[in-house]
């Protein structure tokens, strides 16, 4: 069964299609899939496209269609963190769709019908891309382009870190730093520290929750979400996430 890899851009999934042995396209519900081969592993490559039902729409027929047997997903986050940066990954642990809000019928953020307002990812699957992550952020230091490096918020270092913990998603690009800052304290008000914001991983979770399939997220910080998150987000996508994404899922798929 095959190992299913979900990108959010074209950018973060080109370099992978371009690994692919024995490539074969595959349209299914007016998307392209990529079947073939990575590192003599059995893989599926998709777009999960922006936001999070066309992710929903992706994952499902990864499963359905694909019989995924896991899926990964790599792409690009806002970090919100305190010293999470760009050029950072994050690993997600656990995610929270943070523009759900069925209150007063629910607590914030609660799931209905789940009775939780978080999906963990797979704690197995989690730390082998951990390790892979790991290792290339470590490789990775020195690499980094000087014009990205000078956009890392002070300009002291571009020495990329590794972060493990909640992620949340919502069908929002958030770049005002008033926002974000709302945000972030209104989830630690509510008991979730963030590290990270994206807008397609926590339905994946979901979904890969619903079927049982195994789940882990990468995300490289391609902005702060802040005023200038626009700006850094588009250099970044075309420069260095892509290379991120393919090291990373190479390392994982030996790892796997
Ligand atoms: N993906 C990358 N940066 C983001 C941001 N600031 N908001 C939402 N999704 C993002």
Redesign the pocket.
């Known amino acids: 069964m095959a190992t299913a890899i979900l990108s ?1 851009l074209p950018q973060e999934q080109s370099t992978l299609v371009h690994r692919l042995a024995r490539p074969q396209r595959v349209t299914h519900a007016g998307r392209a899939f990529w079947t073939g081969d990575i590192e003599g592993r059995a893989v599926v490559l998709a777009l999960s496209g922006i936001g999070k039902v066309a992710a929903a729409t992706t994952a499902t027929a990864l499963i359905e269609r694909f019989g995924a047997a896991r899926i990964l997903f790599t ?4 970090g ?1 963190g305190d010293g999470v940066q760009v050029g950072d990954v994050v690993v997600a642990e656990e995610y929270l769709q943070h523009d759900l809000d069925v209150s007063p019928l629910f607590p914030r953020w609660e799931v209905p019908g789940y009775a939780r307002h978080r999906f963990a990812c797979d704690a197995g699957l989690t730390a082998l891309l951990s390790g892979a992550a790991g290792a290339y952020v470590t490789s990775a230091t020195g690499h980094f382009d000087p014009k990205i490096s000078l956009q890392v918020a002070d300009g002291t270092s571009a020495r990329p870190r590794l972060h493990h913990g909640l992620v949340v ?2 069908d ?4 005002a730093a008033d926002e ?1 800052s709302r945000l972030r304290t209104a989830l630690q008000d509510g008991g979730h520290d963030v590290l ?4 397609e991983g926590a339905a994946v979770a979901q979904v890969c929750h619903d079927y049982g399939v195994p789940f882990a997220a990468m ?1 490289t ?6 005023d200038t ?2 700006v ?2 588009a250099a970044f ?1 075309q420069t260095v996430a892509s290379r991120y994404a393919e090291h990373i899922m190479l390392g994982l798929m030996r790892l796997l």
Do not use: T
């Open positions: 959010a792409g690009v986050a806002g919100i998603s919502g929002r690009f958030v770049s974000v990270a914001v994206e807008m995300r910080i391609s902005d702060r979400a802040d998150a626009h850094d987000f996508v």
